[in-house]
């Protein structure tokens, strides 16, 4: 689902001028958001599909009130923060149902995703951070996963937490900190040979993850050099999301399917698990169980999605996908578009091939040289060939990671020190820029990788 959907808009309009088939379609399309979005902020709580049901049944009622339907996710998601929070304050218990830390290694049964036993022990390591964290935070978190997965815009993720302007920034950046700080209390209280000290801060700790005992340990752990060592080489949790939506469990789709095998009257919540099969369900409760819908967001060089076509170790030519004839070049130092075809002088064409190596600061991506030694890298966000500083930012900055392109057969190339942004023309120059996930971005940051131009 694009982060910019108009299509919903107008399901919307016709969904409040009284269309049944357009409020369907509506509901099924946004229910595996609902459900994504709370099952983050109330992971393995047992009423998770209630509040599921509640948001979606209050967004429908409420439907007539939206003033403005461009607005509606950004509403809807208002709506399920609302539910979370309501759910949270009537039980007040939430953090006793966190899992103790033996068991946090095994996250909520409905995330097949971070359950998968390829994914990193980081990912596993994130999924139990985030049971450190408060609940505002941990709704904030599910929101922040949801943007990052191109679900929701960070306009859509001001809405719905109530921010606005540079105030959604300072929350997302205390929320990232204070996952950071979770994260290197895990690390420190997981690491085989823990520290003596640690263990007498934990004295009296029952073993489960919460907001009082992160902001104890994390006393200790800021000032252990034992402890920080452990939690060394964290990669950035944005790099970490092989993000699904979650699929909507059997007990949400019994709930709305009738006892005994007998498929119960069509209200709106069995419409919507409907939509979302993708086929009637035609007989027993036991059908509803493949009513799981799973759209998958890969971050680049998962192994479960590969690119269409990568770089391979060697001289190449970058030639753009959307403009034919023009091709990642150097001018005065500075990363430029330039036009090549065989009639074209040596100089020239020198200046389209690069040697491409493995990164110099992940061997999983890419370095890129041109024919005088200088490595392409970003500065200031314009690409630039510079020479070798032997700095770890100036190894981040020339490290390019492959990720599928626009078409069929290209690429794009993500700085590998600053996951979601990529190498881009604009008005003929180079630079790296933050995808906006729109069509015409992939389109200006997509390149074919072609034969070298020019010879050793």
């Known amino acids: 689902m694009p982060a910019v959907d108009t299509d919903l808009t107008s399901l919307v309009v016709a969904a409040r001028a009284g269309d049944r088939r357009a409020l369907d379609e509506l509901a099924g399309r946004v229910l595996p958001l609902v459900y994504t979005v709370v099952a983050r902020a109330l992971s393995g709580d047992p009423d998770l599909d209630d509040v599921v049901q509640d948001a979606m049944l209050r967004a429908v009622r409420d439907l007539p009130t939206l003033r403005d339907p461009s607005q509606f996710r950004a509403w809807l998601m208002a709506i399920a923060v609302r539910q979370v929070g309501t759910h949270l304050h009537r039980r007040r218990v939430a953090d006793a149902r966190s899992a103790p830390l033996d068991d946090a290694a ?23 951070a985030g049971r450190w964290l408060d609940p505002a935070d941990r709704m904030l978190l599910s929101l922040w996963w949801l943007e990052q997965a191109g679900h929701l815009t960070r306009q859509e993720l001001a809405e719905a937490s109530g921010a606005r302007g540079a105030h959604v920034r300072v929350r997302l950046q205390r929320m990232r900190d204070q996952l950071d700080l979770s994260r290197a209390v895990v690390a420190a209280l997981e690491t085989p040979r823990r520290c003596a000290d640690l263990d007498a801060a934990a004295a009296g700790w029952n073993g489960a993850p919460s907001p009082l005992w992160r902001k104890r340990l994390a006393r200790h752990v800021r ?3 034992v402890c920080q060592r452990a939690a060394a080489g964290q990669v950035p949790p944005e790099r970490l999301l092989d993000y699904t ?11 709305v399917v009738g006892e005994g095998g007998r498929v119960a009257k069509p209200s709106l919540a069995a419409k919507v698990m409907l939509a ?35 770089l391979q170790v060697g001289p190449a030519s970058l030639e753009m996908a959307n403009q ?11 990363g430029v578009l330039s036009h090549v075809d065989a009639g074209s002088p040596e100089a020239a064409r020198r200046r389209v091939t690069f040697q491409v190596a493995p990164g110099i600061a992940d061997s999983a991506c890419f370095t890129l040289r041109t024919a005088d030694g200088a ?47 990529f190498l881009r023309h604009r008005d003929g ?3 790296v820029d933050h995808s906006d996930r729109s069509a015409a971005f992939r389109a200006d940051s997509s390149f074919f990788v072609r034969p070298p131009w020019a010879g050793p």
Do not use: I, K, M
Request: neutral net charge.
């Open 106 to 128: 095994d996250v909520a049964r409905e995330d097949p995703t971070l359950l998968h036993a390829a994914l990193s022990e980081q990912r596993r390591q994130v999924a139990r």
């Open 223 to 225: 000032s252990c050099a």
């Open 245 to 255: 939506l979650l699929p909507v469990p059997l007990g949400l789709a019994a709930a």
């Open 276 to 310: 979302l099969g993708g086929h009637p369900v035609a007989g027993s409760v036991a059908a509803a169980a493949v009513l799981a819908v799973v759209v998958a967001f890969a971050v680049p060089r998962t192994p479960d999605a590969p690119p269409a076509a990568s």
């Open 324 to 334: 034919p004839g023009q091709y990642a070049s150097t001018a005065g130092g500075l």
């Open 375 to 421: 490595y392409l890298r970003h500065s200031s966000w314009r690409l630039r060939a510079s020479r070798d500083e032997g700095t770890a930012l100036f190894r981040g900055d020339a490290t390019f990671c492959v990720a599928p392109g626009s078409v069929p057969g290209s690429v794009s190339l993500e700085a590998s020190n600053y996951p979601g942004w």
């Open 429 to 431: 120059q180079l630079w």
